[in-house]
């Protein structure tokens, strides 16, 4: 018989000449069982997504009462699906009063998209502006405002007038101009490693957005739903933006994305064209139905003070010479080291040593944590120590090379 082993890196498209390989057989809570019955401490969260961990009970058994009564009924926007009436409900009772229409997709990508195509029909223009080591998708649009040139380079040509700015420079924020349709920004970049911008710094770009006429889009695909330390990220700014992006963690587990805007701004895509934003599956009601029960549980257990939480002992444990920097902003943590050599190392020793990290796109030199939100102290101090220890080896092998 062929072994999963063989038919993944034979059937399954491959993305790197170097994948993890691990097989997981079950996850549950904040740990992923491998074939032999191997315990891994997620610390990923599998890139920002599990933030109940797995399995959640209520997500569960959402997902299994949704299938249950129905699936998909009809391409997007058609239905009165109670599922996407809810979820939309729960969302607009959680944020600023001019946030209150989201338009649910499959994914970050199609959210990214979605807001491109809303700001162009919104203002009339074309120019999109982001900042340098930004992530917001893979998909052609996406990319094209994607803060990282070896990553596009052999996908050209990608769309015309997205302009790049510095992510924190504040005399850059001058580029936006009444050309500009919107610039896309993360209030926290995650894929740079972590980077909290400085203070005022999205309060200037917000005062630049009404003085031109152009919009605001916020990007917490990746900082939303808790992580922070706030249910959203942007709330520590008291910066609102135009249209707000979510994705990965709004699902709980299951696939969902959405880009949130004032009803005025989006009701723009009902007529020159109808149908100005068309998707098959966008708002599947099961993924509706375990991003509700998600973001239920986030709002009882007031899970982003979990996040905080979390980043206090991290902050507080991870002491260590090879330690170049501790960067984070609640449960979104980067641990920059000299090397992107030396990070590999480490990563590699956590997970032979049961622990689950990674690296950050545009900073391979930093590890990643961003646990699950459910994490307890007492498990995340062991966490910390097992990075401790995959440090203090990484470092004395150097040292005997
Ligand atoms: N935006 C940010 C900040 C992200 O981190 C990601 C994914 O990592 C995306 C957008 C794209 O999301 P997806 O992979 O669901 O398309």
Same mark, same amino acid.
């Given at each position: ?10 059937? %399954?498209? @491959? ?65 009165? @699906? ?70 596009? @380079? ?27 349709? /919107? ?5 926290? @970049? ?5 980077? %909290? ?11 630049? /957005? ?18 922070? =330390? ?10 609102? #933006? ?10 709980? =587990? ?19 064209? %109808? ?12 993924? /509706? ?74 900073? #391979?030199? /930093? ?35």
């Amino acid at each position: 018989m062929i072994s999963n082993r063989e038919l993944f890196l034979r059937h %399954v498209a @491959q993305t790197s000449t170097a994948p993890l390989m691990l097989e997981i057989q079950e996850a549950k809570g904040v740990y992923l069982f491998g074939k032999s019955g191997k315990k891994y401490l997620d610390m990923i969260s599998g890139i920002s997504v599990s933030s109940l961990g797995h399995g959640h009970p209520e997500i569960v058994e959402a997902v299994k009462h949704q299938a249950e009564k129905f699936m998909h009924l009809m391409v997007y926007g058609e239905y009165a @699906q109670y599922p996407q009436s809810e979820l939309a409900h729960l969302l607009s009772e959680n944020l600023p009063a001019s946030l209150n229409s989201c338009y649910f997709v499959n994914s970050g990508a199609e959210a990214t998209e979605g807001a491109m195509k809303l700001a162009k029909k919104v203002t009339g223009r074309s120019e999109i502006i982001y900042c340098k080591s930004s992530y917001h998708g893979s998909s052609q649009g996406a990319l094209s405002i994607m803060g990282d040139e070896y990553f596009k @380079q052999n996908f050209r040509p990608l769309l015309p007038d997205c302009k790049m700015i510095e992510y924190g420079n504040s005399s850059d924020i001058e580029k936006i101009s009444k050309k500009t349709a /919107c610039i896309f920004i993360e209030p926290v @970049q995650a894929e740079s490693g972590v980077t %909290v911008p400085p203070e005022e710094y999205l309060q200037s770009i917000r005062k630049k /957005c009404d003085e031109t006429g152009a919009l605001l889009v916020f990007d917490e695909i990746q900082t939303g739903m808790g992580r922070t =330390g706030t249910l959203f990220a942007f709330e520590q700014s008291g910066v609102v #933006p135009d249209i707000l992006l979510l994705a990965k963690a709004l699902g709980g =587990g299951m696939p969902i994305g959405t880009f949130i805007a004032s009803k005025n701004l989006m009701d723009n895509f009902t007529d020159n064209p %109808v149908l100005g934003h068309i998707t098959t599956f966008g708002g599947h009601p099961v993924s /509706c139905a375990a991003a509700k029960a998600s973001l239920k549980v986030i709002l009882r257990e007031k899970l982003w003070e979990n996040a905080l939480r979390l980043e206090a002992l991290f902050k507080k444990e991870l002491k260590h010479q090879k330690i170049v920097s501790f960067r984070s902003k609640g449960a979104l943590m980067a641990i920059e080291f000299e090397s992107e050599k030396f990070n590999r190392d480490v990563i590699s020793k956590c997970i032979e040593s049961g622990l689950i990290t990674d690296w950050f796109l545009f900073a #391979p030199h /930093c590890l990643r944590l961003a646990p699950p939100l459910i994490m307890d102290l007492e498990t995340a101090k062991k966490a910390s120590q097992i990075i401790l220890q995959a440090i203090e080896e990484t470092a004395l092998n150097e040292k005997t090379a």
